[in-house]
């Protein structure tokens, strides 16, 4: 019924021979746009993380005027909303007008509204300054969440042209780990400004961090001019076709219902956690007392944790598959959460942060070895290439509603423990890791295994099953000016020119 459930999916991944064998480009030729598609993502994870300390920043600058805005409030998670609006409609674009031109759209976007979040300023005002900074960071989500379906679908359809069994691995390192990438420097760039101010000039120290996420952005659009659309594109397309939405539901529904709770699951826990590792560090070390670059140094060693896990990770997903990376990775990070759960009263002390980092570390290492690494890939590998911008857009947009969601819900969750101290401390990972064991069990049982060549062969299905509901596939891959006549007329003269020449 939904498309997956009729057949075994290691057939459907392993059954290659009738795929058409496509030409090997040399690496360096072949990997540029995945380098090119993919890693604007690094934009994500830097504006995402370096949002925690200009937060701290602020309420260092302005204390009593900051806690009483309702910036306070918004200013963390606004980025979110404009990142839903921005996966969703840029996934239609990406599907009906362009993956390249989407992508260079949402990059300009990006590009402009960070650097006006730097420059944000309202006459003088505080307060004023507090919301035109939070309006740019709804259009700065905008920009990062095209960047999802157009970014991350041209860079998987584009990895179709790399050597089979390192293909995971190569959208990985340019997706899930520059988000990563993107965390760890957006953590160490206010630490570098604030050595740099001797822990002064606090309003030079948000300021700067802000402004340093256009740099990469910029330099990316340059390179984006010069990619051509993935060849799976433009085969398969529908941009100049009809969408039969009922029939993609009635294929995929279920799916990506499976695919978008494990983001939602996911980005819930992992974004609330990443947001708040400031003002967790500030909590163990005596916020009276304790220097900006201390803070702000532990939060960039947490982050470093990230990086092993997305790093080793990305090659498991080849030897693996996603889906058992995925399953595993969730499972050691559901043990870990509940050992540190557990023990968090010992070490939650300042005497301990060595060893509070190093766990705390590990948990997030192991989030990003499963479904950090392989969530975004099963959303840009179990559909069609005609949808597969919408699918991913959906599902990448109710992850961010997790990660929104999360950054409401965690506050509440920490004020369950009431005065306790370690109780607020401990639900969190309590709660974190039981959806870590849910999330292993829905890919396990709900979602099929993926392969070197699941892309070609997912179009083949999607196309026999457009076919045996009555729908042209002649559609798909069709031009712009192009119309069924003129496929005849240009067929007609082929099958014409083969008699001749026989």
Partial sequence: MFGFGKQDPAAAVDQTADQPAREQKPFRKAILPVIACGAGLF????????????MTLLALEYGDVWSNSN????????????????????????????????????????????????????????????????????????????EYPAGSVSAAESTSELKSGTRNMWFIM?????????????????????????NDHLSTIWRTSLGIGAVFPALLLIMRFFVKEPEDYQKNSMRHAKTPYLLVLRFYGFRLFIVSLIWFLYDFSSYSFGIYSSPILANIFDSDTAALTTVFGWNTVINLFYIPGTMLGAPLSDWLGPRYALAGGVTLQAIV???????????????????????????????????????????????????????????????????????WVFPHIVAAGGDSATLSAQYPFWVSSSLCVLSAALVLFGLPHIGQDT????????????????????????????????????GSAVAAGEKAIA
């Fill in 43 to 54: 934009s994500d994870g830097y504006i995402n993380n370096v949002i925690g300390s200009v």
């Fill in 455 to 490: 892309i070609a062969l997912e179009d083949a299905r999607f196309r026999q099953f457009l076919e045996s509901h009555g729908y042209d596939t002649r559609q798909l891959g069709m031009k712009k000016g192009e119309s069924f006549s003129s496929l005849e007329k240009g």
């Fill in 71 to 146: 910036a306070k409030q918004y200013l963390g998670d606004i980025a979110f909303v404009g990142t839903v609006v921005g996966q969703l409609a840029f996934g239609l674009l990406s599907d009906k007008w362009s993956r390249m031109n989407s992508l260079i759209t949402s990059t300009v976007i990006l590009l402009i509204f960070t650097a006006l979040c730097a420059g944000s300023y309202y006459h003088g005002d505080a307060v004023g300054m507090f919301n035109i900074l939070t309006a740019w960071r709804f259009f700065v989500g905008i920009g990062i969440g095209g």
């Fill in 174 to 198: 340019f997706t899930n780990t520059m988000i990563d990438w993107g965390f760890v420097i957006g953590a160490f760039v206010p630490y570098v400004v604030a050595a740099a101010c001797h």
């Fill in 337 to 407: 959460g509940f050992i540190m759960a557990g023990c968090y009263a010992r070490l939650a002390q300042p005497s301990m942060v060595g060893a509070f980092a190093v766990v705390y570390g590990i948990f997030l290492s192991l989030g990003e070895l499963g479904p950090g690494n392989n969530i975004g890939l099963l959303a840009a590998k179990t559909s069609a290439t005609g949808v597969r911008g919408q699918y991913y857009g959906i599902a990448a947009a109710i992850g961010k509603i997790g990660a929104f969601v999360g950054t």
